[in-house]
């Protein structure tokens, strides 16, 4: 049986994270950089070594895509940093899903204020800069939307 890789496409606050809270997981392993990163660094962000903790997330991605099914819990908010991991699942023969939390910005900032994790203004905002919205020609077998 080939295995899928579902991208979550989203800003800091879209709810990602919590969504994959609520689901019901069968054969499907969860990789976010963001623990990577902490588990690496001790730190939620620490530039020296980011190569490091990108390195370690695609490898784990080569080996685990083989075995089970995977969702990739990151912004992966423009075609370039999509594009690695569907390069990614084409090589291992497996069809991409992108699942796009659509939730508008304020609300995201809302939401990044309640938690301890947060993410400044300035930061946001050249993520807003960088957004492109993802579609079916980047490789994804299906993109859906998922709503505030």
């Not at 990602?16 to 962000?45: A, H, M």
């Not at 939730?103 to 993410?119: A, D, G, Q, S």
Request: net charge negative; hydrophobic share 35%.
């Amino acid at each position: 049986m080939k295995h899928k890789m579902y991208i979550l496409c989203g800003l800091p606050g879209s709810g990602k994270s919590t969504w994959l809270e609520y689901r019901t997981f069968s054969n499907e392993i969860v990789l976010c950089p963001d623990e990577f990163r902490k588990t690496i660094t001790g730190q939620d962000y620490y530039a020296p070594l980011d190569e490091i903790v990108w390195f370690c997330v695609k490898n784990a991605a080569r080996v685990l895509i083989k075995q089970v099914d995977l969702i990739i819990d990151a912004t992966s908010l423009s075609k370039g940093s999509r594009s690695q991991w569907i390069r990614i699942a084409q090589e291992a023969g497996v069809q991409v899903w992108c699942y796009y939390f659509d939730t508008p910005l304020e609300l995201c900032k809302e939401r990044i204020e309640k938690r301890e994790r947060v993410v400044p203004d300035e930061v946001m905002e050249r993520m807003v800069n960088q957004f492109e919205y993802p579609t079916l020609d980047e490789g994804f077998e299906e993109i859906l939307n998922i709503g505030p």
